[in-house]
């Protein structure tokens, strides 16, 4: 038997925490520990797993918060920083020792580092990036999503500019600027990237695309999209009106050899009575090829990760749950060697979440 811990952010001023049973596919609600308001993303420290960092999804004074965590996910308050701006929906601790965090609601981004150890912020020489105004697609302002670690770059999808902006570090920690970026189809608001084999999958909002092009070597600004398709299923009920999220690649395994992409989808309008769906891909001879459509359920899928985070015995599954909607969090299990996916626990004592973090008990 193999007991995982999730932790599962959003928009409440507090992380729950729940324990996965994998014998006997039991998902139990186990406490809630306060945070700052919104902590809408939650992510592990990438070496630490007893670090845990979270945004404060708050406009118009974001913040950065970090904790300690315990047995069953118990979680202590150890700091806070302000983000650089207004509405963080993402953070990610860098392997550098900085943590990044990017404001939707002011087109900024922040790349704040630690003192002596990963707990502790040092914001004094920590620069706000901001980005440009578009000049092109539906936006208008910047609107910046995630921020993704690539080597030494940092890279920050914006779905208000259609780009995904490449970030260099110039001296100490925490100064940042823009050294590059690659173009995205105009409109198509890029929101959450993977890049895996050294290409680059984009997972674009507005457009409710999934697109697959060569990561280009710097300062190359963009390589051809290979492969650009459509995440949302083929029935549409009448008003509906979709709007991608989240992109996953777990890594090959032995019981799971095909590196799958998994894609969520937001029906913001007339939902379908089977919820919204998780889109299976397979990139065949550089082709993105649709291998299931998985309906979930739930109501705007904004957040799911996979339990290969958790280690052993956790790649055979994936978390999920709606932003909206009282249908709580599921587990699915990855079937047919991960072309698939079968629901098999629910809890909905809380009826939303919005990110989750996976740990082995």
Known sequence: MVNFTILAGGYTSYIASYMFNSETNNLTYLNQYITGGNPSWIISHPTNKSILYATNENVPTGALQSFTVGPEGALTLVDTAYSGGSGPPYCGGLSTGQVAIANYGSGTARVIPTTTDPLHFSTNDSTIVTFPVPTTGTQGV???????????????????????????????????SVHGQIAQPIGSGPRHIQIYENQLYTVHELASTLTLQDFPAYPNFSTPL??????????????????????????????FP???IYTSNRNTGVQDPRGDTIAIFENVNNQLVLRNQVYTGLDQIRGMMH????????????????????????????TEGGANLEEVAVNTELPTRTSFVWLKQ
């Open 142 to 176: 910047s609107e910046p999503h995630m921020a993704y670690q690539y080597g030494e770059e940092l890279l920050i999808p914006d779905k208000g500019n259609d780009k995904i902006w490449r970030l260099g570090q110039n001296g100490s920690p925490g100064n940042f």
């Open 226 to 255: 290979i492969s650009n398709v459509s995440i949302v299923p083929q029935y549409q009920p009448a008003g509906s009106s979709f709007a991608g999220a989240e992109v996953l690649i777990p890594l090959p395994t032995a019981e």
């Open 258 to 260: 095909t590196p799958y």
């Open 307 to 334: 339990g290969q985070q958790a280690g052993e015995g956790g790649d055979a599954y994936i978390v999920a749950a709606g932003f909206a909607g009282t249908a709580g969090v599921k587990v699915f299990k990855r």
